[in-house]
C-alpha cells in the first residue's frame, strides 16, 4: 500500500532563506507525486506534480521538487522564502486500486511553514 | 478554472442532528471526494464518487452517508451527528481516473463544522 511521510510537522525559516520542506513515499508502483499548499481557512491549492519524464519538477510562487526514485522522495524546495509562504504545505501520492480503475490520493499528515522576518 | 464550492464555510450543530454538507463543481469533473481535516491527522478520505449514483468507502467512513445524484453535486451526510464528528471537511473534485494526467484533485474552501 502506498504511504507518504512527510519529516517535520513544523519548520521554520528566515526570510529570504532557502525553503526545504521533506517527503518521503511507499510505493508499489511508478508513483504520481504531487505538493499542495493551503492557506489559513482555505481548501488547498496544487502547487506542482511529478507524473512523468523529467524529474525535476517547477510549479507555482518558485516552488520545485525533485523526484528521486533510489530515495523514494520528493522534497519541495524554494531558494529564497517570503512571508507570503506561510501556509501548510501536504505532500501527496497516488494510489492505484482495483487495477487502476479508481486512483486516490494518500496525502501526507503536513507540514506548517512559518517565515520570520 | 476549475471552481469547487462548499456551501457553508461555518456550521454549528448540535449532537444528534442530521447534517447536510454540499459540494458542487463546475468543470464537468467524473470524481468527486469527501476528506475531513484534523490536526496532526492530515487528510482522510472519508467516501468518494466516480460516477452518478456511485459510491466508495474511504478509510473513515463509519457515520457519514454521501448522495451523488447529479455529476456536479456530490453531498455528505451526518445521519445523527456527534462530538467527534467537528473538524474541518474538504470537498475535492478530479477529471478522471482513466487519464493519468489528471490524478490531480481540486479542492473547495472547506466547511468548518463545530457539533455541540
Known amino acids: 500500500a502506498q504511504s507518504v511521510t512527510q519529516l517535520g510537522s513544523h519548520v521554520s525559516v528566515s526570510e529570504g532563506a532557502l525553503v526545504l520542506l521533506r517527503c518521503n513515499y511507499s510505493?508499489?508502483?511508478?508513483?504520481?507525486l504531487f505538493w499542495y499548499v493551503q492557506y489559513p481557512n482555505q481548501g488547498l491549492q496544487l502547487l506542482l506534480k511529478?507524473?512523468?519524464?523529467?524529474?525535476l519538477v517547477k510549479g507555482i510562487n518558485g516552488f520545485e521538487a525533485e523526484f528521486k526514485k533510489s530515495e523514494t522522495s520528493f522534497h519541495l524546495t524554494k531558494p529564497s522564502a517570503h512571508m507570503s509562504d506561510a501556509a501548510e504545505y501536504f505532500c501527496?501520492?497516488?494510489?492505484?486500486?482495483?487495477?487502476?480503475?479508481?486512483?486516490?490520493?494518500?496525502f501526507g499528515t503536513g507540514t506548517l511553514l512559518a517565515v520570520q522576518p | 478554472d476549475v471552481k469547487v464550492t462548499q456551501s457553508s464555510r461555518y456550521l454549528v450543530k448540535r449532537t444528534g442532528e442530521k447534517v447536510f454538507l454540499e459540494c458542487v463543481q463546475d468543470?464537468?469533473?467524473?470524481?468527486m471526494f469527501w476528506y475531513r481535516q484534523d490536526p496532526g491527522l492530515g487528510l482522510r478520505l472519508i467516501y468518494f464518487?466516480?460516477?452518478?449514483?456511485?459510491?466508495e468507502k474511504g478509510d473513515i467512513p463509519e457515520g457519514y452517508s454521501v448522495s451523488r445524484e447529479k455529476k456536479e453535486r456530490f453531498s455528505l451526510i451526518l445521519e445523527s451527528a456527534s462530538t467527534n464528528q467537528t473538524s474541518m471537511y474538504l470537498c475535492?473534485?478530479?477529471?478522471?481516473?482513466?487519464?493519468?494526467?489528471?490524478?490531480?484533485?481540486?479542492f473547495g474552501p472547506g466547511t468548518r463544522l463545530t457539533v455541540t
Open positions: 475535492a473534485s478530479s477529471l478522471s481516473f482513466r487519464l493519468p494526467s489528471s490524478y490531480e484533485q481540486y
Open positions: 510505493s508499489s508502483v511508478p508513483p504520481y
Open positions: 511529478y507524473t512523468t519524464g523529467a524529474t
Open positions: 501527496a501520492v497516488s494510489s492505484s486500486n482495483y487495477g487502476g480503475a479508481t486512483n486516490k490520493l494518500i
Open positions: 468543470m464537468d469533473h467524473e470524481n
Open positions: 464518487s466516480y460516477d452518478v449514483k456511485m459510491k
